[in-house]
């Protein structure tokens, strides 16, 4: 299991925007299980919406591409690089996350073709799915 701060090591992202509280299951460049456990006090939930706090449906699809990412920067090859959208498709949405759910998030990676990848993303809670989505991904070097 990692925990955030070996998360911090692989993603260069961070809050408020880092959307991974834990990795549970990784096999580098091949599928990585996560989790975020959704206190309330996130910002996002202020504002979407004011008395019926939602998480919005791109904070879904990004914490989806930031498990991917850990996935695929855990290879050695890729280490120290950035992943960044190529693209997302067949996105959907079945329920709202709400303030004290947790998120749990499964990314398959099926495809890579040198810097260029994809990824079968899901994303439930207490087993039930909320989101899934194909994420095109590159690797690129950090600025």
Do not use: Y
């Amino acid at each position: 299991m990692l925990d955030k701060a070996h998360i911090q090591t692989i993603i260069p992202h961070r809050d408020p925007f880092l959307l991974l509280d834990r990795v549970l299951e990784l096999k580098p460049g091949v599928r990585v299980v996560a989790e975020k456990a959704l206190t309330g006090e996130e910002e996002f939930f202020r504002g979407h919406f004011p008395g019926f706090p939602v998480m919005p449906g791109v904070l879904l699809i990004e914490a989806l591409a930031q498990a991917g990412a850990v996935a695929v920067l855990s290879l050695p090859e890729f280490a120290g690089k950035l992943a960044v959208f190529g693209g997302v498709e067949k996105a959907r949405f079945r329920r709202n996350v709400l303030p004290g759910d947790t998120l749990m998030l499964e990314v398959d990676v099926t495809r890579m073709r040198g810097p260029v990848g994809q990824g079968q993303g899901k994303a439930s809670v207490r087993g039930a799915s909320v989101c899934s989505a194909l994420i095109t991904f590159a690797i690129t070097d950090r600025h």
